[in-house]
């Protein structure tokens, strides 16, 4: 395990090193004081890959030397900690209730990352009363200046408790696979994510047989997008469908952490770097943000 972390780390640097900086606005990346960069990681449709993409990108931001937390918001079916064969003690679900501080439930993983795992039926969240919102508040808002990072991963739909998530990112991820269904469910969530706020969106177009469909897909969906909302999508990345993902899965062992150096950990590193370095402005950290959408609602 530590040799094949130290390859990992190496392939991150020559990545970070090889590919360059995005800045956005003025030329330079300003966030709140300590607030980490957040990106949520949402479709719409189901099944489509966006866990998996989250523990990707988890993988390789640790790699990266990156402090990383990863939220696991699927408050329907929350699975990020099974992908990992994890089975821990205390999730989101006992913080919520007031059986746990927030501390207790972060959970180290192989990956070199830190994990918030979640649980199912915690749409109550959504209801909490003012005084328990406010001490979770206070709890995330001094665990999140530990990090660099923050991972979302949220659950499909387009309900109120995905896109308050989804929107309360810096950046948003949108993961579609060339399918119709994806490309429609995936078009309802950029509609309802830009009536909520007008942060960057990205594409990642996941399982697709070549560049050439992928690029395909994402200009179908951008186009969409331009014509009806006003506004333009970016295409952050195409992910191959890959057999090993899916073997991964079953094994519940993390492939970026053993097939480093492979096509696919590779177009997961240039995804990596270029979020890296296309922070947008922030003016509070992600929970700031959360609980003031759960306010508001
Ligand atoms: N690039 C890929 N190549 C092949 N199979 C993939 C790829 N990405 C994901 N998969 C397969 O798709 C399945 C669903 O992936 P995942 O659980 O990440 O989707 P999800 O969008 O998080 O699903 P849910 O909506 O249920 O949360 C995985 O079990 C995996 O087998
Ligand atoms: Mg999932």
Redesign the pocket.
Known sequence: MNDQAQRLRELAVDQQLSSPRKETGAGSVRRAKNAPQSISVT?GK???????CALFLATAFAAMKKRVLLLDA?LG?ANVHILMGIAPRKTIADVVAGTCRINEVVTTTPGGFDIIPGASGLEKMAILDRGRLELLQREFRRLETRYDLLLVDT??GIGTAVTQFASGTDLTLV?ITPEPTSLADAYAMVKVLSERTDHPIGIVV??AVSDREGSEIFDRLNALVVKFLKRSLEHYCT????RE??QY?RKQRLLLLEKSNTVFSRRIYQLAARIAGSGTPVKSGFFDRLVQGMRNK
């Open positions: 479709s189901g099944g489509v890959g966006k866990t998996n699927d079916l659950g499909a993961v996941n399982m992910l191959p469908q890959y993902v899916g899965v």
